[in-house]
């Protein structure tokens, strides 16, 4: 069965610190991939996507991702954090052929120090 | 503001009431979705409607019954929910449900925090 799976719960990072957000799934096919953000009372926020080609995909707000598909892995990531990062981010995989087929993760929320 | 509008956003229900939650979006989307966001939960998505047609039920209890009565809105009616049901319900759209044209983008709504008492 496909899955999503965020192992980071909590992460705590310092302004202007590099940011890292693991996400692994589990599917057999090729995947596509999103990540989404969503601030404290708000809907989710695409920040990128991931369909095919190039395995690196910049996104919104300095945000990329990069796809390992030898190690079903589509981590976030951002060189230098801002305190408006601080929200909650979801992983999730896309599969058959419907948008709304989305499985998502659990998400990892992220808090910024100053 | 994505472009998809949900109100309440708030609300708050007895178990016996009946109440509804409304989604409007005016992107030109012909599919709109209702996911339910649980804590400690992945979100779940409940139904799909494309242009407005159920495509997707994936196995919600009775006790919701979306409605579409145009592209452009979606209803989710509430009937002697339970306490478990309490949760934020999002609604979002997208152009198509991708099919043909691959992925496109989910635009999500700011969801309606529903507390059931």
């Known amino acids: 069965a496909q899955s999503v799976t965020q192992p980071d719960i909590h992460i705590t990072v310092s302004e202007g610190a590099s940011l890292e957000l693991r996400c692994n799934y589990s599917?057999?096919?090729?995947?596509?991939l999103f990540w989404y953000v969503q601030s404290p009372g708000q809907g989710l926020q695409l920040l990128l996507k991931?369909?095919?080609?190039?395995?690196l995909v910049q996104g919104i707000k300095g945000f990329e991702a990069e796809f390992k598909r030898s190690q079903s892995s589509f981590n976030l990531r951002k060189p230098s954090v801002h305190w408006s990062d601080a929200a909650e981010y979801f992983c999730a995989v896309g599969y058959g052929g419907s948008q709304g087929n989305l499985i998502f993760g659990k998400g990892t929320k992220l808090s910024v120090k100053p | 503001e994505t472009g998809v509008t949900q109100t309440p956003r708030h609300l708050v229900m007895g178990m016996t009431n009946k109440k509804s939650l409304k989604c409007e979006q005016h992107?030109?989307?012909?599919?709109m979705y209702w996911y339910k966001q649980s804590a400690k939960k992945p979100l779940e998505l409940m139904f799909v409607?494309?242009?407005?047609?159920?495509?997707e039920n994936n196995s919600v209890p009775s006790r919701f019954s979306p409605e579409c009565p145009n592209s452009s809105h979606l209803f989710l009616h509430l009937h002697t929910l339970q306490p478990e049901d309490s949760a934020l319900y999002l609604c979002?759209?997208?152009?198509?449900?991708?099919?043909?044209?691959?992925?496109?983008?989910?635009?999500f709504g700011q969801g309606t925090r529903l507390t059931v008492v």
């Open positions: 979002a759209s997208s152009q198509d449900l991708g099919r043909s044209l691959g992925y496109t983008e989910a635009f």
């Open positions: 992107l030109g989307h012909n599919a």
């Open positions: 599917y057999g096919a090729t995947p596509y």
């Open positions: 991931y369909f095919s080609g190039d395995t």
């Open positions: 409607y494309s242009l407005e047609e159920r495509v």
